[in-house]
């Protein structure tokens, strides 16, 4: 773990992905626009291209802007603030709601894992690898294909577990008009946030190189409390299960 600092859209602007398989293996399918949901609600940003990756752009009432607007408010749940970078100050708390913990920062590249042709000791100098939480096969996750979230580790600032929050449960991660469910996959310092995996960087359209890449600001990270996506590698149920998940969290009061 190291910090070195993308839905077919018809009404919404909500990216999700189609399968537990690499985005790049499926082509984008067309949707039966019969039965289509409400329109978003009001504040919701224009929809952005159509995704790079081959995966449909989704619509539905979750919309970024909207679980941003919740996630406005902030009861504190940690016992202190966390730095998202070395360095810098320590100002980002961890927030709570009925459901689900969240808090707003950078977001920095993770690379950690499987060796892949993106992710590998060549092209990420801080390249571990294995991530804290595993695969169905007993392999680490891979970064370039599994979107995922990185937790700090247990400290006196906060201890995820006591949240709820468990390897392999869902997050909603949101950038600009993109939403993106993922994993949660690994952890890193114990006073540091900010920080995801390279596909879940990419499918939010953001840089996922990982010594270069990332946004210094403007992520919100959800993750839902007692969640679980099984297997923990499959995008399609991470998307099912945060799809309904943040309906829920949008809903409460």
């Known amino acids: 773990m190291h910090h070195s600092s993308r839905l077919y859209a018809a009404v919404g602007a909500v990216l999700v ?50 679980l941003r607007a919740k996630a406005e408010d902030c009861s504190r ?49 801080g390249f ?33 577990a006591a949240s709820g929050i468990r390897g392999g449960g869902v997050a909603a991660v949101v950038h600009e008009d993109r939403v993106e469910y993922a994993v949660v996959g690994d952890t890193g310092p114990s006073g540091l ?5 390279y596909a879940a960087a990419l499918s939010l359209g953001i840089d996922p190189d990982p010594a270069r890449g990332g946004v210094p600001s403007g992520v919100t990270y959800i993750l839902f409390k007692d969640s679980e996506v099984t297997p923990i590698e499959s995008r399609s149920s991470a998307v099912r299960l945060g799809s309904e998940l943040a309906r829920k969290f949008l809903q409460e009061d």
């Open 193 to 197: 946030v900010g920080e995801a995996s």
């Open 17 to 66: 992905t189609a399968s537990a398989l690499p985005a790049s293996a499926h082509p984008a399918r067309a949707l039966d626009t019969t039965h289509l949901p409400p329109p978003p609600v009001p504040g919701s940003r224009a929809p952005g291209p159509p995704a790079t990756d081959g995966s449909p752009r989704l619509e539905g009432t979750v919309t970024a802007a909207a």
């Open 128 to 160: 571990h690898g294995d991530t804290a939480f595993r695969q169905s096969d007993g392999e680490p996750l891979n970064a370039e294909e599994v979107p995922y979230v990185v937790v700090p580790a247990p400290s006196r600032t906060w201890d995820h």
């Open 77 to 125: 749940v940690s016992k202190g603030l966390y730095r998202t970078d070395r360095g810098r100050p320590a100002d980002v708390p961890v927030c709570g709601r009925k459901g689900a913990v969240f808090w707003k920062a950078d977001l920095d590249v993770d690379c950690d894992g499987q060796v892949t042709t993106r992710c590998n000791k060549k092209t990420d100098p």
